[in-house]
Each structure stands twice: as structure tokens, then as C-alpha cells.
């Protein structure tokens, strides 16, 4: 597996291939037509329209290099791919947090798409990364911000 491998459902590679088409077409335009604005105020060295909207471009041209460098190395996660036997990238987990008694249920996906709303937890987070290789029944060490948690795996499914 590559060090920047980014795991991705087809869902998340059509978001992200979306979001980059429209960064490149509109984003760009919208971006261009502030910069021209701004240069019509006059003097660039003391004009902040024109320096903000340089900004705009310049972090907007890092988020599309990121976007590119990310479906670049995307791998598209398969359905037959995910397994129920151990946890990995695409698993549905159920666990329960022995240190708080809370039940809990969520994804172990990519970095591009985890979002805790959405019970969507990174391969990459304290979690993910302590839950990847466990089978249903073990008792995992979580090292959090909050200190240590401990978690049973109840269930992994698809």
C-alpha cells in the first residue's frame, strides 16, 4: 500500500472528481474575474482587494493540486472487497466503549471522506488505525486526546 494511498467509495470518487471539475471551470473563472476587479482599484501595493483575491487563488489552486494528487492515488473501495472477518478500509463497525458504556457504529473509511457527522471515522485517526486488523470479540486499546478507551468489537459487516 502506498504511503498516500486514499481510499475512496465510488460515491466519494465522484464528489471528489465533481468538486475539482468545478474548481477548475467556475471556481477559476469566479477567481480571475475578482482579480481583475481588484486591479481596476488601482495602485496593487496598497490595494487589499487585490491581495485577498490572490490569496483566494493561491489556496484555491492548493486545494486543487491536493484534489488531483488524491484521486491520482484514490483506490475505489469494492463492496467484495471489504471483509467481515477482520476489520479494514470500508468496514461497518459496531463496538462497545467499555471505558464510557456507550455503543457505537460507524465506517472505517479513507482520510478524504471521514466525517465523525456522518459516523465516518479515518483509517488514519486514533481509532481507525487502533480497530484495523481486529476481529469480532476483541478488546482494543484506543489511545485518544482523553486518554486511553478500551472497545469490544461486536459486529463488522459491509
Do not use: C, W
Not at 3 to 13: D, H, I, R, V
Not at 60 to 69: G, H, Q, V
Amino acid at each position: 500500500m502506498a504511503a498516500n494511498q486514499t481510499f475512496l467509495t465510488a460515491e466519494g470518487y465522484k464528489k471528489l472528481v465533481e468538486e475539482l471539475e468545478h474548481l477548475r471551470t467556475t471556481g477559476r473563472e469566479q477567481t480571475a474575474a475578482k482579480i481583475k476587479e481588484a486591479r481596476s482599484f488601482g495602485d496593487l501595493s496598497e490595494n487589499a482587494e487585490y491581495d485577498e483575491a490572490m490569496n483566494e487563488q493561491a489556496i484555491m489552486e492548493a486545494k486543487i493540486s491536493r484534489l488531483e494528487d488524491e484521486l491520482k492515488n484514490a483506490q475505489i473501495l469494492d463492496d467484495e472487497d471489504v471483509r467481515t472477518d477482520v476489520i479494514g478500509v470500508g468496514s461497518l463497525v459496531k463496538v462497545h466503549d467499555q471505558t464510557y458504556g456507550d455503543e457505537l457504529e460507524f465506517q472505517i473509511i479513507g482520510k478524504a471522506q471521514a466525517n465523525p457527522d456522518e459516523k465516518r471515522v479515518s483509517d488514519e485517526s486514533p481509532i481507525g488505525r487502533a480497530l484495523l486488523g481486529h476481529a469480532v470479540g476483541d478488546v482494543v486499546e484506543v489511545e485518544t486526546p482523553g486518554g486511553a478507551v478500551h472497545m469490544e468489537i461486536l459486529s463488522i459487516s459491509k
